[in-house]
């Protein structure tokens, strides 16, 4: 499933995205996968390309604004020969409304124990109010690094790439041989 422009605004979406290419011209292909994830505003989380073999593969995991996840997706067939995709969303609403509430709640929490504090009179009082201070602002700073997280998933899709060269492409009819045509193979070899 790929993102929709339906959905009502305060729904949160992860869109992830699988794709398996192959290129007989596979700079080309390279190059153009790079031009079009700056186009869409995107970056690489992560490259690696190997050439352990007569052929080169590339892996990619590609990070686009998630309002470009569909175009992105349809686009990168004209770069390739794409054999196959899978598309995954995980819809995150729910833990995300939970998280931003439970901060709120933390940050609640911390101004009533700073007033406390203001107040405290005994040195035990003041030990353990500021003993609860910093418990409350290290849930603070947990919490809201799992929002800045939840929104970075959001905001930009992921999409992993894998990249094959290849001799032939697979869509490519290869012509029936006859027995003759076997038979010479077999001699050749």
């Known amino acids: ?18 794709l398996y290419l192959e290129s007989t011209a596979f700079d080309d292909a390279v190059s153009g ?11 690489f989380e992560s490259s690696e390309l190997n050439n352990y073999s007569p052929y080169r593969h590339a892996f990619y995991v590609v990070r686009v604004p998630s309002a470009q996840y569909q175009n992105f997706c349809s686009t990168v067939g004209t770069l390739a020969q794409l054999n ?12 995300y409304y939970d998280t931003e509430s439970r901060l ?18 005994t040195m035990e009082d003041i030990i353990t109010l ?6 409350t602002e290290l849930a603070i700073e ?13 905001d930009f899709s992921t999409i992993t790439v894998t990249l094959n060269e290849v001799y032939r492409l697979s869509t490519d009819e290869v012509p029936e041989q006859t ?6 193979n077999a ?3």
């Open 142 to 154: 947990q919490l809201t690094g799992s929002l800045r997280k939840y929104d970075n998933l959001v």
């Open 104 to 121: 709120v709640t933390q940050r609640t929490k911390l101004e009533r124990l700073q007033e406390l504090l203001k107040q405290a009179d």
């Open 179 to 184: 027995f003759g045509d076997r038979l010479r």
């Open 84 to 95: 196959s995709q899978r598309h995954t969303t995980e819809n995150v609403s729910e833990a």
């Open 187 to 189: 001699f050749v070899r």
């Open 1 to 18: 499933e790929e993102p929709s422009s339906s959905l009502p605004e305060n729904v949160k979406m992860i869109y992830r995205g699988y």
């Open 130 to 135: 500021e003993s609860a201070i910093s418990e």
């Open 33 to 43: 996968l790079e031009q079009l994830v700056a186009k869409m505003g995107g970056y």
